[in-house]
Structures are given as structure tokens and as C-alpha cells.
């Protein structure tokens, strides 16, 4: 019965997570525009686009290694209460 709350809280998290990726991604993709037409207007483009993509990289990895780390809490908590005893 305790595997049940577990799935359903693990269903729970990955749609949260998800929710959250999708909702974000776009106010990012708007900043990420209005901060490449400044940029490409100022002449300074090539200096800051090297780390919007970077700061990108980071911000998709964030959401995977949730979802990772989400899954893998899963499978160790499966096996709690199957451990076994070396005398």
C-alpha cells in the first residue's frame, strides 16, 4: 500500500515539474528575445549570447536532473524494506 502514495506522489512531482518547465520556458524565451534585440542593438550580441546559452543549458538541467532525481528516490525508496542481512 505504501508503493501506491509513493507512485502517486512521484505522478504528482513529475507534473508539478512539468507544469513548471513548460510555465517558465516561456516567460525565458520572452526575456531571452527582448534581451538578444538589446544586445543585437547595442552591437554587444556577440558577447552576450555565449551566455544565454549557457544560462539555457543550465536552466533545462535543472528540470531533467528534478525529474532524475525524482525517479531515482523512487527506486531506492522501493527497496527500503527489502534489504538484506549478511550475519
Known amino acids: 500500500m505504501r508503493y501506491i502514495g509513493a507512485t ?5 512531482l513529475s507534473f508539478i ?3 513548471l518547465a513548460i510555465s517558465m520556458n516561456l516567460v ?3 526575456l531571452w528575445t527582448a534581451l538578444r534585440t538589446a544586445s543585437n ?10 551566455h544565454l546559452v549557457n544560462i539555457e543549458l543550465v ?3 535543472i528540470f531533467i536532473f528534478s525529474a532524475v532525481g525524482a525517479i ?6 522501493s ?7 549478511y550475519r
Open 17 to 19: 515539474n512539468l507544469i
Open 79 to 85: 527497496h527500503r524494506e527489502e534489504y538484506e542481512e
Open 8 to 12: 502517486i506522489f512521484l505522478g504528482f
Open 41 to 50: 542593438m547595442t552591437g554587444v550580441y556577440s558577447d552576450v549570447n555565449p
Open 59 to 61: 536552466f533545462w538541467l
Open 72 to 77: 531515482a528516490w523512487y527506486i531506492l525508496g
Open 28 to 30: 525565458r524565451t520572452h
